[in-house]
């Protein structure tokens, strides 16, 4: 069956600081991988997504994410964090069914 | 446009007690809906899906129940809560054979 997993809970990092977090799946096929932002009390935000090609994808609010089939992941970066950024990020895949399965997600928190 | 309703933003409702949280899309026709849970500290989990009227697939056996009167409209019920229903529900739809969702603003259930 197919799994993400995100390996980090919480996150803390300084404004202006780089960022990664890290997501792992597990997909016979080549996924359909994704990444989402919620913000507190809120629905979820796509910030960006992979379905083949390009394995170095661009996304919304300055993200971008890189998939290595070798590694089975597909972390998400952004070179300098906004204050504006704390939320809480989901890596997600789609399975055979076209139902997305999500890993339990990475808190990020922004120091000043 | 597309657009997605989710109602009420938050419940409080007694243990024992019925539950129905509605969805409702606009713009499309005939999308794939969703209900997912998130609980408090954790990630989302599937509740349930649909892919036409009257057809839902449950992804884990539960208190809750899901039904699809019409096209676009999703509603997630229960005839007796516990105290375990708590948490954040989300709605989703997508459209037929596409990967990418998007979410209503989700409903916050807290069961005393």
């Known amino acids: 069956a197919q799994s993400v997993t995100q390996p980090d809970i919480h996150i803390t990092v300084s404004e202006g600081a780089s960022l990664e977090l890290r997501c792992n799946y597990s997909?016979?096929?080549?996924?359909?991988l994704f990444w989402y932002v919620q913000s507190p009390g809120q629905g979820l935000q796509l910030l960006l997504k992979?379905?083949?090609?390009?394995?170095l994808v661009q996304g919304i609010k300055g993200f971008e994410a890189e998939f290595k089939r070798s590694q089975s992941s597909f972390n998400l970066r952004k070179p300098s964090v906004h204050w504006s950024d704390a939320a809480e990020y989901f890596c997600a895949v789609v399975d055979s069914s076209y139902k997305l399965i999500f890993g339990s997600g990475t808190r990020l928190l922004v120091r000043p | 446009s597309q657009t997605i309703h989710q109602w009420p933003a938050t419940l409080v409702q007694p243990v024992g007690s019925p539950l129905s949280l509605e969805c409702t899309v606009e713009g499309t026709s005939n999308p794939n809906l969703y209900w997912y849970r998130q609980a408090a500290g954790r990630g989302l989990q599937l509740l349930f899906y649909?892919?036409?009227?009257?057809?839902i697939s449950s992804e884990v056996p539960q208190n809750l129940s899901a039904s699809r009167p019409q096209d676009r409209q999703f509603i997630l019920s229960s005839k007796k809560l516990l105290l375990s229903d708590s948490g954040f529900y989300l709605c989703?739809?997508?459209?037929?054979?596409?990967?990418?969702?998007?979410f209503g603003q989700g409903t916050r259930l807290t069961v005393v």
């Open positions: 989703a739809w997508s459209e037929q054979g596409s990967t990418e969702a998007f």
């Open positions: 649909s892919v036409g009227i009257g057809q």
């Open positions: 992979y379905f083949s090609g390009d394995t």
């Open positions: 997909y016979g096929a080549t996924p359909y």
